[in-house]
């Protein structure tokens, strides 16, 4: 008679699972035990997971590769044929951003392989996203590009986040379900953004953002999109998800706090957050120090949403990206030191080196060091930023 096979979906008690749970080594460890089933996967929640430091990849590229600070060890994971021959624009809530010569976008998530298409840009992107001086068309399928002297030539690879989408914000992991997932678009060189419902819309929609300079970043927050202009001026939209015409409000009371530069936004736990620096010029300007300034602002839908600042973040730790803009933050995240800023690069790079190095900001203080990842695979690398892994296993492939 033959064996049963063991069902370890409910061979272990929940509290088991748990303590199992909380005493695995590593991410990779995580991984391999939250793809069991759904109870194991329960056990170790989504923000157990320690962000990564996504490594630079090209349309040659066949696999995508990843660098563990807390483990300093790279992991690689191959990429599906059809995320091939593209080049990212944008990480989100644990998704890659991936676009064609097409201009065609499709939405990876690396750490299970479930793909999801966008629609393509099409002439009303390129005419928001391109300079006035240039003339963007399409031909054969691939974009041409006009400039004043009418010497047309194909827009390549490496340079259609220039033309196109700079970057793509999600709103929610396109395969969370009832949560309705929004894609958000900022345009190379525009006041103007782009939107659309995943699953819904089989075309990009331009918003006007009212703001007066282009728009360098957007942020997801307390159901709301932000857009963020190269000076720092917000702009919140209406519900998207919900609302056929949205529209943009600025809120001028939101503008940066007084001399903060090189400013990043991110959302955690329903508010904002603004990271940037301090400058303290040294004699004839030949050198500085800065120290880094953290500010939130807890409810944006006040009459006059306001920053306040932070110094003592308590366990959290902030995620800020210095290539792609998308950061996050995250509490109690192992071999991560608290109440501290964690940038992608140093924000003004590092004088004195010109490998990758990682920038750890003490919020109560504003002084920074910066360290050198000993791992042959990231040194000479800027990263494109922190992502945090999302193993949630939803569907394979979606074409809209």
């Known amino acids: 008679m033959a064996k049963s096979t063991p069902d ?11 303590v199992i749970g909380k005493c695995l080594a590593s991410g990779t460890d995580a991984a391999s035990f939250r ?15 320690a962000p990564l430091l996504l490594l630079p990849f090209g349309p040659d590229s066949g696999a995508v590769t990843l660098y563990s600070v807390a483990e300093d060890k790279t992991l690689s994971l191959p990429l599906p044929p059809e995320a091939r021959g593209k080049v990212p624009c944008g990480s989100s809530c644990g998704w890659l951003a991936l676009m064609d010569e097409a201009a065609s976008v499709t939405l990876l998530n690396p750490f299970t392989g479930a793909l999801v298409e966008l629609p393509p840009a099409d002439e009303n992107i390129a005419a928001a996203s391109t300079m006035q001086t240039m003339l963007v068309s399409k031909k054969g399928g691939r974009w041409v590009l006009h400039p004043e002297d009418d010497n047309a030539s194909a827009i390549a690879l490496d340079e259609m986040r220039q033309f196109f989408f700079n970057e793509i914000v999600l709103s929610a992991p396109p395969d969370a379900d009832g949560r309705g997932c929004v894609a958000m678009a900022v345009l190379a060189g525009s006041t103007e953004v782009a939107f659309c419902r995943v699953g819904v819309d089989t ?3 331009l918003l006007q953002t009212n703001l007066e300079c282009t728009v360098g970043s957007v942020v ?11 000076t720092g001026e917000i702009s919140m939209f209406s519900d998207i998800a919900n609302t056929v015409t949205p529209t943009a409000t600025p809120m001028p009371s939101l503008s940066p706090p007084e001399d903060l530069s090189n400013r990043s936004y991110l959302e955690w736990n329903g508010e904002l957050y603004v990271v940037g620096a301090m400058l303290d010029l040294f004699r004839w300007g030949l050198k500085f120090d800065y120290r880094v300034v953290v500010c939130r602002c807890s409810n944006l839908l006040d009459p006059t949403p306001a920053w306040s600042r932070v110094k003592d973040a308590g366990d959290l730790t902030l995620f800020v990206s210095t290539h792609f803009r998308h950061s996050f933050g995250g509490t109690s995240v192992s071999r991560f030191k608290r109440n501290s800023v964690y940038f992608s ?9 010109l490998g990758h190095s990682l920038e750890i900001a003490n919020i109560a203080t504003g002084k920074s060091e910066v360290t050198k990842p000993f791992h042959p695979k990231v040194q000479g690398f800027e990263a494109l930023g922190w992502i945090r892994p999302n ?10």
């Open 391 to 400: 193993l949630w296993r939803g569907r394979r492939y979606v074409k809209l």
């Open 8 to 18: 370890w979906s409910t061979g272990l008690p929940p509290e088991l699972r748990k």
């Open 203 to 205: 075309a990009w929609t």
């Open 220 to 230: 997801y927050c307390q159901g709301r999109f932000l857009a963020i202009d190269s």
């Open 35 to 49: 793809s069991v089933c759904t109870p194991w996967r329960d056990a170790v929640p989504f923000a157990a997971f």
């Open 345 to 353: 690069d140093p924000p003004y790079g590092d004088q004195d080196y």
